[in-house]
């Protein structure tokens, strides 16, 4: 059986991480949506949907 290591004095630096990955997944959906609207849509599935979901 492997060890535990023991980070919790890391802990906030990883949320700190995790925080701004998901701030950056979101800013970079709003961008890719403002310009895919700006272009006036078109397809973009292979099945020729040119419906985007609406964000949750």
Known sequence: MGHMHNFAGTRRLLWEHIDGWAAWVIAATV???ARWAAE???ARGMDGSSEIPAAS
């Open 40 to 42: 006036g849509g078109g």
């Open 31 to 33: 961008a890719e949506r």
